[in-house]
């Protein structure tokens, strides 16, 4: 790929990040899977403290890219809003699972709705674009199913949780390959 034509996030050396993010996230998914008894209040925890380390790497990672085209500021956006829930989450644990199902659906639309956008504009220069489309059309579809239908049963939920945790680890990882600068650049 010509490093001069457009790339909407750049390049970075801290690709690597994102790398160690995704399977992080991956394998925090497999593990809630593995152990659904325990559920609810884990996710509560667990969701809070990825969010946090996912918040602080976007906001790394945005002062890191090599070319700060169109759209770095909604990343640097989404950092601090997963930092400021992450927060609320970690320091309130009876708030968070009364208003789990809401914080995901709010947070997967924007996070849909984002990755939508973001696929549009890395078309064609990007070879997994593709892949950003599908993760904010499955974003926006769970985002519905949670801000619609709050009352669902923590075991769903778990479940709902640990496959986009194991979706969304693998799509990062996915995504670090992409920001890696070839050895030319």
Known sequence: MNNEV???????????LFLLLGVIIAGGGMWLASAPVIGYEVIA???????LFV?????MMTTTLQKKLHGWGWFLAGG????IIAIILI?????TEASLPYIYGFLFLFKGVS??????MMMGELKYWWLYLINGIILVILAWI??????????????????????????LVFFS????PSNKE
Do not use: C, E
């Open 80 to 83: 601090i809003i997963d930092i």
């Open 91 to 95: 320091m309130n644990l009876g708030l």
């Open 146 to 171: 949670f801000i619609m239908l709050p009352v669902t049963a923590a075991f769903t939920l778990v479940f709902i949780t640990a496959f986009m945790m194991v979706y969304w680890g693998i799509s």
């Open 55 to 59: 918040g602080i790497t976007q906001i």
């Open 115 to 120: 990755s939508i956008t973001s696929s549009f």
């Open 45 to 51: 925890m667990m969701f809070g403290w990825f969010l």
């Open 6 to 16: 457009f790339n909407f996030w750049g390049k970075s050396k801290l690709w690597w």
């Open 177 to 180: 390959w992409d920001l890696k």
